[in-house]
């Protein structure tokens, strides 16, 4: 696993319990030297947070190698190592734990170095990080999942595949969502060893697949579009491997004609060419609704017409919860409202219109951009939102789909933002 740069990490900042009881928190910490060394040379960590905790440094304690020791037991050990790729887990004994929601950690790490001279001793490291913290709340009727595409600025640069499995753990969601092209080694035919690999990860953190996102590239070759038994045959290659993995949703994003995304006219004979091997599979094909297209909406049409003409329930629609967008994005440096697509302001749709089309939707995804530090999102309104999901009857997941600003590590801390943000608004419905 791979470590964030700041030496407070997103990941792993929880109430801990113990026997049924909140006794405390935890968090890690990343070593902030140049090398490992012998846990018997750190000199303790005073902990602060906000206006609600401020203990000493001989609190708190320490966990390396699944085992937790007080900084009297640090002193007196011989072995115990915090290694540069290991995070060291710091528990602060608070009872009744912190509140739901993003809390300013501040620390004072200190550590004692031979090699320099001891007026100048200990090592002090005076950090402090605003973090989310991973919300208890159950947040029914709904179950909680991530899309991997909200870490792809740092997938394979500063996140590898269990890091990104783990940060979707450490939010306390069930479901993972990935996009095939983009995480699966080796796509179309991963190597046996890679997909064990996968099923230990998804064991080891306790997920479950939800929704493959795969693509029919339409205009795959230039001078000519795709025909329909080219567009089945991508689509099936990818419902087979998407079943393989353990998924039960396929997103094919399907090549459009118009600028409001109006799929490419091959979509219905492909979808219609692969309904039974998704019935053999039991694998449900969803194309998303996506802004800027509306739900009112002919493509919307189109795809309901497909279930009740065929009577399928392998086909259904996987909304997009960008298309309720009502404030713009920021504009990106030299971008201007006029050289950018208009739908970047948001289209607005009204949350209402979901009852139209509850009955066919099987999948959301929770499209968002940027929740500031008191847990305010800037551009997506979730309070109608969620209670139009909840009202229509809707008890599926709801998917993490980080697209805001892509800063290295900061989508993990948005993810962590999202959830609590949800998981909050839910329970005061």
């Known amino acids: 696993m791979l470590l964030e740069k700041d030496l407070i990490q997103a990941t792993g900042f929880r109430n801990v319990r113990t026997g049924g009881e909140v006794t405390g928190f935890q968090f890690r910490v990343r070593m902030p030297s140049y090398r490992g060394m012998a846990a018997s040379l750190i000199d303790g960590i005073a902990v602060r947070v906000g206006t609600l905790v401020d203990v000493p440094a001989e609190v708190p304690l320490w966990t390396f190698g699944g085992t937790t020791y007080t900084l009297q037991q640090l002193w007196e050990s011989d072995g115990v190592r915090w290694q540069l790729e290991d995070a060291a887990i710091v528990t ?3 009872p009744g734990g912190l509140p739901d929601g993003i809390h300013e950690v501040s620390i004072d790490l200190r550590l004692r170095m031979s090699y320099i001279p001891i007026e100048h001793q200990p090592s002090r490291y005076l950090v402090s990080r605003h973090i989310t913290l991973s919300s208890d709340v159950a947040g029914d009727p709904f179950q909680y999942g991530v899309s991997l595409y909200s870490f792809m600025g740092d997938y394979g640069t500063v996140l590898d595949l269990e890091t ?24 179309p035919s991963p190597s046996t060893a890679w997909i064990d690999d996968w099923f230990r990860l998804l064991e080891k953190y306790s997920l479950t697949p939800t929704n493959y996102g795969s693509w029919i590239d339409t205009r795959l070759h230039p001078g000519r579009s795709m025909t329909a038994v080219e567009g089945a045959q991508t689509l099936q290659r990818d419902l087979r491997l998407a079943k393989q993995l353990g998924f039960s949703f396929v997103r094919p994003k399907i090549g459009v004609v118009s600028s409001d995304l109006i799929p490419d006219p091959i979509w219905g004979e492909a979808v219609e060419r692969s309904l039974d091997l998704a ?15 509306p739900i009112k909406h002919e493509v919307v049409d189109e795809y309901i017409e497909l279930i ?8 259904g629609l996987l909304l997009d919860t960008g298309i309720f967008q009502d404030r713009p994005i920021p504009l990106a440096p030299g971008q201007t409202r006029e050289t950018r697509p208009a739908f970047m302001d948001g289209i607005a749709v009204d949350p209402a219109d979901i009852a139209d089309i509850a009955k066919y939707v099987v999948f959301i995804q929770a499209k968002f951009h940027d929740i500031d530090e008191n847990l305010v999102d800037q551009q997506i309104p979730w309070v109608p939102v969620l209670r139009a999901l909840k009202d229509s009857g809707y008890t599926g997941y709801l998917s993490s789909e980080y697209e805001g600003d892509r800063i290295p590590w900061r989508s993990i801390e948005q993810v962590r933002r999202q959830h609590s943000l949800m998981r909050k608004t839910v329970s005061e419905l």
């Open 92 to 94: 602060v004994p608070f």
């Open 164 to 187: 990104a499995l783990a940060a979707v753990a450490d939010v306390n969601a069930t479901g993972v969502e990935i996009l095939g092209e983009g995480h699966v080694a080796g796509y």
């Open 279 to 293: 019935h053999e599979l039991d694998v449900i094909i969803c194309p998303e609704i996506h802004s800027p297209t």
């Open 308 to 315: 009740e003409r065929t009577g399928t329930k392998h086909f």
